[in-house]
Nanobody, 127 residues
Framework: QVELVESGGGLAQAGNSLTLACTVS????????MGWFRRAPGEDREFVAT????????HYADSVKGRFTISRDNTKNTLYLQMNNLKPEDTAVYYCAAARLSEDITWTARQREYDYWGQGTQVTVSL
């Protein structure tokens, strides 16, 4: 019933930009902390960014700070990741995820705290 579907991945040259989207259905989107994670070839999945239920609080991995922007549109049940100044090391499968948690928690970078995951979208950055 719950479904998270990523889109917007593709091929980009280093220094250029891509925007990912994640459409969510089957849950009360406004009740969930959202996050982006990525898995590079031969690597474990790692945290990228997270934001609070109404989008007021954001946190980023050090590797993407200043380059990526996470946002959400609660009227469209959609999560976004604007990726600027892309680097080859950004090449990975990108996953969106949703975490319920208690109301006093506004964000999380812990994968184990996320309840639902999308199937992923491939981002490839070339020199």
């Amino acid at each position: 019933q719950v479904e998270l579907v990523e889109s917007g991945g593709g091929l980009a040259q280093a220094g250029n930009s891509l925007t990912l989207a994640c459409t969510v259905s089957g849950l009360n989107f406004r009740s969930y902390i959202m996050g982006w994670f990525r898995r590079a070839p031969g690597e474990d999945r790692e945290f990228v960014a997270t934001l609070s239920r109404v989008g007021g609080s954001v946190h980023y991995a050090d590797s993407v700070k200043g380059r990526f922007t996470i946002s959400r549109d609660n009227t469209k049940n959609t999560l976004y990741l604007q990726m600027n100044n892309l680097k080859p090391e950004d090449t990975a499968v990108y996953y969106c995820a949703a975490a319920r948690l208690s109301e006093d928690i506004t964000w999380t970078a812990r994968q184990r705290e996320y309840d639902y995951w999308g199937q992923g979208t491939q981002v490839t950055v070339s020199l």
